[in-house]
């Protein structure tokens, strides 16, 4: 697309994005299956484990959705900002966003909130060289 402003590899950057779409659906997914499974219905966001014998086992994979859902708006920020000059690095850094997010997610919804730091911990890595994108373009604007 010429004459837009953005590089041809923002390309690259736009479907990050979409593959978190992706991943962001199927989660929500999840969560539905396990509202079935737990008996968790809807208004209630969360079991209390008073009423409900697998109310951890159900609020672990709401949690780890919850999660995704607060982390959301600012990964795009950064995946978005910082790829309109580093787009390939962006891209690539929000894979690896995408990629550890999916293990946070199911570690955690193994029922052991720790399980979703096994390897759900380096999400934080592609969040770093989103920030450093982003970062760097916010200097280059001023400049």
């Keep these: 697309m010429e004459g837009v402003g953005f590089p041809k590899e923002y390309g690259y950057v736009v479907w990050v994005f979409i ?3 992706f991943l962001n659906f199927w989660m929500a997914f ?4 396990a509202r079935k499974k737990y008996k968790v219905f809807f208004p209630n966001l969360y079991a209390l484990e008073s009423e409900n014998k697998d ?8 949690r780890g959705h919850q999660n ?3 982390m959301m708006p600012f990964f795009f920020g950064v995946l978005l900002l910082g790829g309109i000059q580093h787009p390939l690095i962006s891209a690539a850094s929000g894979l690896v966003y995408v990629v550890f997010r999916y293990f946070y997610f199911t570690g955690y919804a193994t029922g052991v909130p720790d399980n979703r730091l096994t390897m759900g911990k380096f999400y934080s890595l592609g969040l770093l060289g989103l920030l450093g994108c982003t970062v760097s373009f916010a200097i280059h604007l001023l400049l």
Aim: aromatic share 12%.
């Design 55 to 62: 109310a951890k086992l159900f609020n672990c994979v709401q």
């Design 30 to 33: 999840q969560v539905g299956k």
């Design 68 to 70: 995704s859902l607060e």
């Design 19 to 21: 593959l978190y779409g």
